[in-house]
């Protein structure tokens, strides 16, 4: 945040023109330094942005902060606060009890009651108010935020009250840039593309507020923009019924916060919400969600929140959520993964123990399938990086269940698909050699059609355009599987371990082809689905 104008003596100039020598600008210049608990250390600003952007302001006028603040004692202060929207403090200047404060122009202007021009200090009017008003609503427009500064005279013998916040002389406004991060556009269009409506929620003018919403994509045509106030004034049942069309609150108390938390969360929805103040606190408390910025948050935020944001960047947060979405994906795609593949096992030994066969499989192949896939490939997949449409899916509902109908029914026809290769290929050994043969075939249909069955379960798209590249566990787990399996098929020592028996090479062709066969009707299934997607989009 940086400073970019200032208004004084009924003139808009620039901070660079600001001198000491002048005594209504050392009256400007000394309030913003003496209000002001930030610092600069190493020339890193410690505290408020807003405070220590007004430090860099003196700073760079050769005009030390430190000096004036080495050169005068506080005596008293009134912190800031969001109800007040003001801090106030009182100093010795030149020997004179005087009574510094900086706040919201809306706040202070109608407490003032002189003004300090460059001729003298002279009786607040009208048109002054008016013309101080303009300046202030042109750099709200702007998307500027603005504070007011003024002072008064004070007797030496008056304790700092809030009593004593009137009757001020106003000295001047000073304008600041809070700039968006270059990346918050992007952030707050990919929020919107995930489901997610950012609002947002400030103690800036509602004209800044809205300009820089604007800027950024917050605030859309049509969209409500509400002062503290105005929320105050809104009905309860009002507020509920157009809470989804009111994306900026300009100038809020923290009941109002926590008002605004609550109307979203009677209908239904998951609020996450961000802060960094004291009077944050009761609202990242409330919401489903509470972030702390780590870097200017204190430590009540922090201990309130949920979540601290080490690098105070909105476009972090939705990082996050793709990455959360990522990662609940792989999983659920590694439990179908693993659930499928075991119902095809189960499925194939029902089936022979109904129809009176021998049984497809040994002990010891069961185990030997369970400890080759349901490891390397399950693995895999949940190493599979995030994909570019991953924030386009809508949210799911937090009371959906993992085993939803659709993941049921999925897991139900994959089993069912690889159990009837597999059955095909002890059918196959059952009749052309003989049921050990039959058991050697039904063993590896069911290991190899797994492994291959790891790449259908990477992602719901077809392999075609998700690839192989993007994902290298899944090829390792791949070609690790079949190593041992052709080791354990191969190898003479390892064959009586296994209950394997020697097949001719039609035998494991046709092993090959059944065990591959699911994988190629699955992705055939993906192809004519992305192939009608595609077409659909176009159509529209």
């Known amino acids: 945040m940086t400073v970019e104008d200032v208004y004084i003596d009924g003139h808009v100039i620039a901070p660079s023109d600001l001198s000491l020598d002048d005594p209504l600008h050392r009256y400007l210049l000394y309030n913003a330094v003496l209000t002001n608990d930030s610092a600069i250390v190493d020339g890193k600003g410690i505290g408020d942005p807003t405070e220590y952007s007004l430090l860099e302001m003196a700073d760079n006028i050769s005009v030390s902060h430190v000096k004036i603040r080495d050169s005068m004692e506080r005596l008293e202060e009134i912190p800031f606060d969001s109800d007040r929207k003001l801090m106030t403090t009182k100093y010795m200047y030149h020997g004179v009890p005087t009574i510094f404060t900086k706040g919201a122009l809306d706040v202070l202007l109608p407490r003032t009651t002189r003004i300090h021009m460059s001729d003298g200090v002279i009786p607040m009017t009208k048109e002054i108010r008016k013309a101080i008003a303009d300046a202030n609503m042109e750099f709200s427009r702007n998307g500027l935020r603005v504070l007011a500064f003024c002072y008064k005279t004070s007797e030496p013998d008056t304790a700092l009250t809030l009593d004593e916040e009137c009757d001020y002389t106003f000295l001047g406004l000073i304008s600041m840039m809070d700039p968006p991060r270059a990346e918050s556009c992007q952030a707050v269009s990919d929020a919107r593309r995930a489901g997610i409506k950012p609002v947002m929620i400030t103690g800036d003018h ?74 944050d606190a009761p609202a990242l408390k409330k919401a489903d969600i509470g972030v702390a910025m780590g870097i200017t948050g204190t430590e009540v935020s922090k201990d309130a929140a949920a979540m601290i944001l080490t690098d105070d960047n909105f476009a972090t947060i939705i990082k996050a959520v793709a990455n959360g979405r990522n990662v609940y994906r792989n999983i659920r795609n590694a439990i179908l993964f693993l659930l499928s593949g075991n119902m095809a096992g189960i499925f194939a030994v029902v089936f022979a123990a109904v129809m009176a066969l021998p049984v497809p499989f040994a002990a010891v192949q069961l185990l030997f399938i369970n400890l080759l896939t349901d490891s390397l490939p399950a693995l895999a ?12 899916a809508k949210p799911r509902s937090r009371n959906e269940n993992i ?138």
Not at 227 to 242: F, I, K, N, S
Not at 243 to 268: F, H, L, M, T
Not at 445 to 464: D, E, K, Q, Y
């Open 206 to 279: 509602k004209v800044t507020a809205t300009a820089i919403a604007k800027k950024i994509g917050i605030f859309k045509e049509g969209d409500l923009a509400l002062t503290g106030a105005e929320l105050d004034a809104m009905p309860e049942e009002q507020l509920d019924r157009d809470v989804d069309k009111i994306s900026v609150y300009a100038r809020v108390s923290p009941e109002n916060k926590i008002r605004i938390v609550n109307a979203w969360q009677k209908r239904g929805n998951i609020v996450a919400m961000t802060g960094d103040g004291v009077n």
């Open 381 to 392: 997949i949940g190493m599979e990086p995030a994909e570019r449409d991953l924030l386009s």
């Open 403 to 540: 085993m939803s109908k659709n993941f049921t029914f999925n897991m139900m026809w994959m089993g069912a698909l690889i159990a009837v290769c597999t059955m095909g290929s002890y059918y196959i050994g059952l009749y052309s050699i003989g049921a050990d043969a039959a058991r050697t075939m039904a063993f590896a249909t069911l290991t190899s059609a797994r492994l291959f069955h790891g790449f259908n379960l990477r992602s719901s798209h077809s392999i075609f355009r998700i690839g192989f590249k993007r994902n290298w566990y899944s090829l390792g787990a791949f070609a690790l599987g079949m190593v041992f399996l052709g080791l354990v098929l191969f190898v003479p020592f390892l064959q009586p371990l296994f209950a394997v028996s020697v097949i001719g090479s039609f035998e494991y062709s046709m092993i090959l082809l059944l065990a591959v066969l699911p994988t190629i009707l699955i992705q055939t299934g993906k192809v004519i689905r992305e192939k009608r997607s595609s077409e659909s989009e176009v159509t529209e």
